[in-house]
């Protein structure tokens, strides 16, 4: 039988580090425009593709070859690599791979191609796309790489004919966006964005990622982004997401158009719609300020999935050698067929090497504590072919979710229509949500009068406003002397409780200083439209308001589901944190026959106390 294998190996140096050029070799949809390839688009051939399987072809005017895609695989940052099964056209198969080797300038990055064609006929027509030209245009594409990290200047990775035009039109919409807004350096930096950004970055701007790119705090950002709504500079639409694999799976423009449960295309799955956990906010321009093109080079694309450090095929008892480079946190390692999972806590100072295998039949949970850079050995003891996916828990410090956003009060003020429909009932899931009120608020009256009393409470909402912003928190509502946010996690809500207390505490000018309690629970709820606005019920949120009732002057009362979280552990055993634990009991009205296990936190050499 005649071979008509092909093989290739392209070595290039890069002076960045692997950390640094992933973000661009893995974001494949960017880099595959910038290697000239064509734009690709979903395929109909098929009715019983594998889990996780694309079926892909070229633009119709350029090309009519369909293929099989097979999911990507990578280890951040040093490997990633996809496999294509054609069915017609000059490949078989086609296999690339991408390695990022650590040197002391910098970095090697290998590209590999490798595969066979469908004949000799086809070979020849295959060897004339990997030419010395083709080499070339992969090193210029990364030193453009370079000069981009290098320089800082993220917003554009170069500056297309389109950036030169139109000088006045930036210029006022700058000044306009400066205005509405009063942020100068932010209204410049989106501008300069949205002018000088690639296509294929600005079709769905994240907010936390924009966050990070101007290294601006997340609450600043989003305002930025907000104002650019409402003077139509920017669209923003909401991304539905698949709870199992993170994949995108619906775009809305408008909360009233979500409906559920869906289907995910990507891993064969029904999920139910979550307010907190599977609905985001995202961002493009407004066609009349930047117009996109709707082509499409990746639909895999790695980048997409920033939380995923490891998803790799293993083979049925194969020992699989893998290095990562992991920030601090909390990981989970899954398989696709076994149920055991294994909880890696990542910290300096843990362990360089570990094995770690998966069985069919185990059901088991291990927890291991892992260095920054760990070396792992992944062994397949079953009889099948699994996938084993590692993944950064703390996802949701990638994405904004919509009950976040919707309870933000400019968010509000902005787009008072953006609501769910008046009969739909949305799950949010791990919510945490905290009550706090004014424990003196009645010797505040006595002692201040009643205008200047209302005045100091309305001043004391506004500090809540802002400190509850820069946690990523939102107030939903204020019921009186009190007030109802949510936050992403419970170790936001503490260090809000604590800021403002201490904010009222150290002001001065006051005759009687702000006393706050709080309480704080974390759980499921419902999220509703109710009086033009997004709203919470529930359990959740009546524990935390019951909570609210049992602490004192200066304390925060917390439940067992809240102090549980990892971030907020590391908070207590901080010895900067200056926290005391103290054992307490709580009873609920209500709840009565429920027992809530709580602990006393006091700030040593403070008058804060927080009750857990």
Known sequence: MDNYSFSYRWHFTSSSTPSKLWPYLSNTNQLFKDLDQLPIQPASVSHNLPKGHRELT?????????WEEEPYEWEAPYHLKFRRNYKNGPYKTLLLGIDIAEKEYGSKVTFRFSGEANGFSS?????THFTGFFKRTIKQVIQKYDKTIQSGNHSSLKRSFFSFRNNSKWEILTNDLTELSNKPFL?????????????????SMKPTALSKLWDQPLAQTLEILFYAAKLDILNFEWEITCPTCRQVEQKKNKLREITGPLFCSYCKSNFDIDFHNTVHLVFRPNPLVRKLDKKTYCHANPSKRPHIKLHQYIYPGQRRFVKLDLPPGSYKLQSNISDSTV??????????????????NDHSHQTVTLGTSPNLIIHNQTEERIFVIAEDMDWKEYSVSASEVTSTQLFRNLFPDETLRPEQKLKCSDLTVMFTDLLNSASIYNSEGEENAIGQVIDHFEVLRQIILEERGAIVKTIGDAIMAIFQKPVHAVRAFQKAQYHFNTSTGQKNAIHLKGGIHMGDCVAVSLNNR??????????ASRLVEEAKSEEVVISDSALSSRELRDLIDDEDSRLKVHQTDVSLKGYENVHFEAKRLVLRNSTLRLVV
């Open 534 to 543: 997004i709203d919470f019920f529930g359990n959740t949120i009546n524990i």
């Open 187 to 203: 209204s410049k930096q989106l501008i300069k964005t949205l002018r000088n950004g690639d296509t294929q970055s600005l079709k």
């Open 343 to 360: 909880f890696a806590d990542v910290e300096e100072g843990g362990l360089e090497y570990a094995k770690i295998s998966f069985n069919k």
């Open 58 to 66: 070229y633009d119709l005017i350029h090309k009519l070859d369909i």
């Open 123 to 127: 070979l020849l027509r295959i060897k």
